[in-house]
């Protein structure tokens, strides 16, 4: 008889809840080891849209993955909600595209992917200050809010008796021949069946730190900061997603609003900054003037997983045996979750894919 669970898992994201729930559903035993608080950086810190900014501009592979997570997304939040009793607060609210220079790539891409939408008339704009450009009405388009859907997967994992072990750092990896026989934490040795690596931000480092021989097959993932802003609005200032630009405000159903959000190479400072507050908090103000009357009361920082087109490492490893990976969403990990967890769990056990799996191969171009 052994403890050794059939699934460990580096990394307590969204990525990770998510590949873990994917894998219980599968009968599989789990642990999850994270090296801080679960779920408490990237996944935490996101807006919540569950579409990438512009998804006409991104490559198909980050549209396969969202496609078929908004097809997962209702029943997951359905699911979490009953059995957790707390609400991921999945929200299809809608999305205002402000502007759209490449319409004809906008409207293509919805019509071939079936996302309704049209375009957006002056009553959209009463509340708004800007310049519409062939402005956009994404009806279906939904949200979900990060803290909320973080804590209702911690909860559903530990009702499905997942073991989660926070603060606990992977300081190194016991290899025999092409096969990880265990793994050395800041908690002690762990034995290990199947080892799956979903470290955000983290990843690539942590693949360099674990196996120097081969530190030019790493996946090339790198931390990209981004800033947003909370104000405490009430309910009614806003009822829609607003992307203008390259930033946004998203309503939550309590009616606080957040505006973000930054894009910056900072390696792994997380620190805010008054230029950044400034700059959004500007923007936020003269899109939606009544945000005027409502006090701004949060900025923060988080690190997204960033890839070089933004595609996702989603693959077995080709020379590891018993070794996975799930990361590199830069900032789309809540939108392409579920498809990716779905992903990497059906290669493992050898299912068919949801998915065509070899855009996210270890050896593909991110």
Not at 184 to 195: D, I, K, R, Y
Not at 301 to 307: D, Q
Request: include cysteine; hydrophobic fraction near 40%.
């Amino acid at each position: 008889m052994t403890n050794t669970p059939d699934i460990t898992i580096i990394g307590g994201g969204i990525i990770g809840l998510l590949t873990a729930r994917e894998f219980i559903k599968a009968g599989a035993t789990v642990t999850i080891i994270e090296k801080n608080e679960l779920g408490q950086e990237s996944s935490w810190a996101g807006g919540g849209i569950l579409l990438p900014l512009y998804p006409w501009r991104q490559s198909d592979a980050i549209t396969r993955l969202v496609l078929q997570s908004l097809k997962l997304y209702p029943a997951l939040a359905s699911q979490l909600t009953d059995e957790t009793l707390i609400d991921p607060e999945w929200n299809p609210c809608g999305l205002l595209i402000v502007k759209n220079p490449d319409l004809t790539a906008a409207v293509n891409w919805c019509d071939a992917n079936a996302i309704s939408y049209r375009p957006a008339g002056a009553d959209f704009f009463n509340m708004l200050n800007t310049v519409p450009d062939q402005p956009l009405w994404l009806p279906e388009i939904a949200q979900a809010r990060n803290p909320r859907l973080v804590k209702s997967l911690k909860q559903d994992l530990l009702n499905k008796g997942a073991t989660l072990l926070e603060h606990c750092e992977l300081t190194s990896i016991n290899l025999t021949k092409n096969r990880i026989t265990s793994i050395q934490t800041s908690s002690g040795q762990f034995a290990v069946n199947q080892l799956i690596i979903t470290a955000g931000a983290w990843t690539g480092q942590l693949f360099r730190q674990c196996f120097p021989a081969a530190i030019d097959d790493a996946p090339k993932i790198a931390p990209v900061k981004g800033q947003m802003l909370l104000f405490d609005a009430q309910p009614e200032t806003l009822s829609y997603m607003v992307l203008d630009g390259d930033q946004y405000l998203i309503p939550r159903r309590d009616g606080k609003i957040l505006a973000g959000s930054t894009v910056e190479q900072d390696d792994f400072n997380k620190t805010t900054t008054t230029q950044a507050r400034d700059r959004l908090n500007a923007f936020a103000l003269n899109l939606l003037p009544s945000l005027n009357d409502c006090p701004l009361i949060k900025h923060w920082a988080g690190l997204r997983p960033g890839t070089e087109h933004g595609i996702p490492y989603i693959d077995k490893h080709p020379e590891i045996d018993n070794l996975c990976i799930n990361a590199g969403h830069f900032r789309n990990g809540l939108a392409m979750g579920p498809a990716s967890a779905q992903l990497l769990v059906d290669l493992v056990l050898q299912r068919t894919t949801q998915v065509a799996p070899e855009p996210y191969q270890l050896n593909s171009t991110h």
